[in-house]
C-alpha cells in the first residue's frame, strides 16, 4: 500500500506538542529529524535527541482523507510556529530500505563492524556482526568510530592478551566486544539502562564472546566490584558525565592503565583534559569531523 506522510518543520520547543497533534490525527509512526544540519551527540540508550530545529514527520494510511489531516494539524497548530509539507510514498519494504544504508566499515587494520544482513568484504579479518537496528552505538558516529580505531592499534594482535577492559555506558556493547574479538581476556559493560545491557548479551551471543563479557547496571556493578581495576577503561558518553566520573573511573583503572574518553566536542576537550590529568598523563586529542578521543595513561601513586 501507498502512505501519506506529513512533515512539520518546527522549534525545539514545540517537539512535543507537533508530535502530540500527529498522533491525535491518526498518525502510525511519528520520527523526529534534524531541519539545520546541527551537530549532536550519539544518544545515550535512554535519551531522545532534539535539535534546535526539527523536522517532525507522521507517517498515515493512504486510505484517510489528506485535505482532512492537513485542516486537523493546521486547526491544532494554529498557536504553534510551524510549516507543513505532505506527499505521497509509493510502498516499499521499509525496513529493507533503511538496512540497505548500514553498510560493512572498517576501523583500522583489523576491525570490521558488519550488519547481519550482509556477508563481510574481508571473511579473515576481526568481523563484529551488528543488528543495525539498534538505535545506538552501531559504530557509524564518529565518538564511536574514534574509539574502535583506538581499540584496533592498541590490542595487541598476535594472541589473546590478560587485558581487562571496562566498558561504561556500554549502549549496544559495541566496544566491549570488539575489545574481546580483538584479544583481550574480559570486558564489563555497565549501562544505566536495561535494555542496552540485553543489547550488549544479544550481540555478545552473535559474535561468540559472551562468556567474556559481563554486563551490569550500575548499582550492581558497585555491589560486586567496588575495587576491580582494569588495564582498558574506556567511556563513550557525555563530556558532563565524564567529568563527573573521573575519580570513579580513575580509581577503576590500573596503574600504567589506560584510559579512553569520547562523546567530547572538540571544544569541550580542554576542560575534560584539565578534569582528567589529577590522575593520567593525558596524550594530545584525536579529532575526527569535529569530536575528540581523549587517551591517557594512570599515573603511579604518589607521581
Known amino acids: 500500500m501507498s ?6 518543520s518546527t522549534t525545539k520547543d514545540n517537539t512535543e506538542t507537533v508530535e502530540d497533534c500527529l498522533f491525535n490525527s491518526g498518525a502510525q509512526t511519528v520520527t523526529l529529524t534534524d531541519a539545520a544540519d546541527q551537530p549532536i551527540l550519539e544518544p545515550g540508550p535512554d535519551e531522545t535527541p532534539v535539535w ?3 523536522v517532525v514527520t507522521g507517517l498515515f494510511s493512504f486510505n484517510n482523507n489528506q485535505q482532512a489531516i492537513l485542516d486537523e494539524i493546521e486547526t491544532c497548530l494554529a498557536n504553534t510556529e510551524h510549516s507543513c509539507h505532505s506527499e505521497i510514498l509509493q510502498d516499499q519494504n521499509w525496513t529493507r530500505a533503511w538496512m540497505d544504508h548500514f553498510h560493512a566499515m572498517q576501523f583500522g587494520d583489523r576491525l570490521w563492524i558488519c550488519p547481519l544482513h550482509i556477508d563481510p568484504p574481508q571473511p579473515g579479518a576481526v568481523n563484529l556482526r551488528l543488528d543495525p537496528g539498534l538505535a545506538f552505538g552501531t559504530g557509524t558516529h564518529p565518538t564511536t568510530s574514534l574509539c574502535l580505531q ?3 592499534s592498541n590490542i595487541p594482535a598476535s594472541t589473546k592478551t590478560t587485558d581487562t577492559l571496562l566498558d561504561y555506558g556500554c ?3 559495541i566496544l566491549a566486544i570488539a575489545a574481546c574479538m580483538l584479544g583481550a581476556e ?4 555497565v549501562d544505566i539502562d536495561p535494555q542496552a545491557l540485553t543489547a550488549t548479551h544479544d550481540n555478545a551471543v552473535a559474535n561468540a564472546v559472551d562468556e567474556r563479557i559481563s554486563s ?3 548499582e550492581s556493578y558497585n555491589r560486586q566490584h567496588k575495587n576491580t581495576r582494569y588495564d582498558i577503561v574506556i567511556a563513550n558518553i557525555l563530556s558532563g558525565p565524564l567529568a563527573e566520573l573521573a575519580p570513579t573511573l580513575a580509581h577503576h583503572t590500573k596503574e600504567k592503565g589506560h584510559i579512553v574518553l569520547s562523546g567530547i566536542l572538540k571544544e569541550q576537550a ?4 584539565e578534569t582528567y590529568r589529577e590522575f593520567f598523563v593525558m596524550d594530545q586529542p584525536q579529532f575526527e569531523e569535529g569530536w575528540v578521543l581523549l587517551h591517557g ?3 603511579i601513586h604518589g607521581e
Not at 580542554?270 to 583534559?273: C, P
Open 270 to 273: 580542554d576542560s575534560v583534559l
Open 52 to 54: 534546535n530545529l526539527v
Open 216 to 218: 551490569y547496571l550500575p
Open 171 to 173: 549502549g549496544s556493547g
Open 3 to 8: 502512505w501519506l506522510q506529513i512533515a512539520v
Open 297 to 299: 595513561v594512570k599515573k
Open 150 to 152: 583506538w581499540l584496533d
Open 186 to 189: 574480559h570486558a564489563d559493560a
